[in-house]
């Protein structure tokens, strides 16, 4: 327990000591809010404010994960210290999974400063339709990120183009998972993709709760899916980690050279 | 044995081109095979790219061996990597393998976590070994502002963190200055002395000759030669040089020498009332007929000149003795 609540310290740590990372958590909220803000204030939305947090707190949310949790390996990688991390007598899953768990406490920040930057700044109406629900639903929302993660960090350890893959996935994802938009306005051969990807359904219900739900049977079943995807994603993301024990002894590529 | 290595290969493919894929192999280690006992400090010499790093990432369950055998502690480094970590540690020389954007006690804090050494024991072990490698002053000093000397050093302290009963030490006194190497030595001396195992990479000759029990030198992925450093400089010594200085020598005596097949003059100068012969010898039981005639010219002393073991090397390796 010690190892894993060590790793997050010093995943925290030093996560914050980058300034990309400050430019991401602290910064680009507030972008990220400001754009979506002159996006919905033009809307009949009444609660457009609930959209505008959401929206630029998920997007922040998304970078802070895809960022640091899988990009943090790549770093590791680039820093040396991922061979004294691997051989140490801690579990490496355990070691990753406390780096993405630092990573999702400090990922929720950036939506505190999109509440402060909507609703003092621009006077946004903010109320949660569903404030049990939502406070009920907050934790699976963010276990299906820290899944999506786990995935993610397995392939960053298995592969040596981390780097170029992090930067192809951030905003592909922003759109196809509907975390600023709906996923609705997207062409239809595209939506099936949108489908398969955890976040989806994580931002979806997530906003329902906020905004309203117009069918709860339906509600719940984007629970279900949810969680069972999240199982899903957990239970790759392990196949994958056992396969990555062995393929990074067999094809060295815990190091850069 | 704490260590046995036994035919040990490791092949490292190649891929190059996109649409005309292409593979080369380069065997980094080609069937290399040796056992280190318990508290020997074992050292693998070699030119770059020899593949002792190669062989110290196989036993320290970082890299998977191609083929052959490679145990520590009597468990096999790749099937049963979870059981030896706990009780091995090492430490690549150079700047990288820590925290730089943590303190040097920061890092010393984690990677105790790591190796699962309880809260209460691990501020004392930490700050033991902080003052062990002369880091207590700058532990609270974050990494980055270290000198190349101190990261090493951090480095040492990290390897050290859970008491290891084998120690892989990849180049550990690179970056360090004559002080810092003299400290890690004497660190080195100690965790023989305390029953450590040691496996030792260094392209120090010197280093290797005080510290070593056995050497390995490998070239090309082979082992070309395994022994103490005594009986290594013993096996390439074909000559034996002597310096000797003698009251007086008759130029009869001098000729004789001159015109023998096994002896070779190389000096011979009187110097303030005596003379100091430089001489070649083809083996012991000529020395020891040389140095009885010498005591017939009043021999005043003389002086066997030693092969260190940077001649040794540099002549396995050249000469692939």
């Not at chain 1, 040396?80 to 999974?97: C, G, Q």
């Not at chain 1, 994580?202 to 199982?231: C, H, N, T």
């Not at chain 2, 190349?148 to 480095?155: D, E, N, P």
Request: aromatic share 10%.
């Amino acid at each position: 327990m010690r190892s894993i609540t060590q790793t997050m310290i010093v995943q925290m740590k030093n996560s914050f000591a980058r300034k990309m990372f400050q430019f991401t958590m602290l910064v680009q909220p507030i972008i990220y809010t400001c754009i979506t803000y002159f996006l919905f204030k033009q809307t009949k939305e009444t609660n457009f404010g609930a959209y505008v947090v959401l929206g630029s707190g998920l997007l922040s949310f998304w970078s802070c994960i895809v960022f640091s949790s899988a990009g943090d390996i790549d770093r590791e990688r680039w820093m040396s210290t991922l061979p004294y991390l691997f051989a140490s007598p801690t579990n490496f899953t355990k070691i990753v999974i406390a780096k993405i768990l630092g990573n999702t406490c400090i990922g929720l920040f950036p939506f505190v400063i999109s509440y402060i930057v909507a609703t003092f700044i621009f006077q946004s109406p903010f109320t949660i339709a569903h404030p049990l629900l939502f406070l009920a639903i907050v934790p699976l929302v963010i276990l299906a990120f820290v899944a999506v993660a786990f995935i993610f960090a397995a392939v960053f350890t298995i592969s040596k183009k981390g780097g170029t893959l992090m930067n192809c996935l951030e905003y592909p994802i922003f759109i196809l998972c509907g975390m600023a938009f709906p996923i609705s306005v997207l062409p239809d051969w595209i939506q099936p993709i949108s489908k398969l990807l955890l976040p989806t359904y994580a931002v979806d219900i997530l906003r329902e709760s906020v905004l309203s739900i117009p069918d709860m049977q339906q509600f719940i079943y984007k629970i279900m899916i949810l969680v069972g995807l999240s199982l899903v994603y957990f239970i790759i993301g392990y196949i994958l980690f056992i396969q990555m024990d062995k393929h990074v002894r067999k094809h060295a590529s815990l190091e850069v050279f | 044995m704490q260590i046995q290595v036994e035919k040990l290969t490791r092949v490292f493919t190649r891929k190059k081109g996109i649409i005309h894929k292409t593979k080369t192999d380069k065997v980094a280690v080609d069937g290399i095979s040796f056992e280190v006992n318990k508290g020997e400090v074992f050292a693998l010499l070699g030119p770059n790219g020899a593949g002792k790093t190669t062989t110290i990432k196989i036993l320290s369950t970082l890299l998977a061996p191609t083929s052959g055998k490679a145990t520590v502690l009597g468990k096999d480094c790749y099937l049963e990597a979870k059981q030896i970590r706990e009780h091995i540690n090492f430490i690549f020389g150079g700047e990288s393998g820590v925290y730089r954007r943590l303190t040097g006690k920061e890092n010393l804090i984690y990677f105790a976590s790591l190796y699962h050494i309880d809260c209460t024991s691990d501020t004392k072990r930490v700050n033991q070994l902080l003052e062990l490698v002369g880091l207590m002053e700058a532990k609270d000093q974050k990494v980055e502002t270290y000198s190349k000397g101190m990261i090493q050093r951090l480095q040492i302290a990290r390897g050290l963190i859970n008491n290891p009963k084998v120690l892989f030490l990849d180049e550990p006194t690179l970056g360090l200055d004559p002080i810092g190497a003299r400290d890690l030595r004497n660190i080195i001396q100690k965790l023989k002395q305390a029953g450590t195992t040691i496996l030792l990479t260094t392209h120090d000759m010197n280093e290797a000759d005080i510290l070593s029990d056995r050497i390995a030198i490998i070239k090309e992925g082979k082992i070309i030669a395994l022994d103490t450093p005594v009986n290594l400089k013993k096996q390439i010594r074909d000559v034996i040089e002597i310096e000797a200085t003698i009251k007086e020598l008759p130029e009869t005596q001098l000729i004789t020498w001159q015109q023998a097949h096994d002896i070779e003059i190389q000096s011979c100068i009187q110097k303030q009332g005596v003379i100091q012969l430089h001489v070649k010898l083809q083996n012991m039981v000529v020395r020891d007929n040389f140095i009885k005639q010498l005591t017939n010219y009043g021999l005043l002393g003389f002086q066997q000149k030693e092969d260190s073991l940077e001649d040794v090397y540099i002549r396995i390796i050249e000469e692939n003795i």
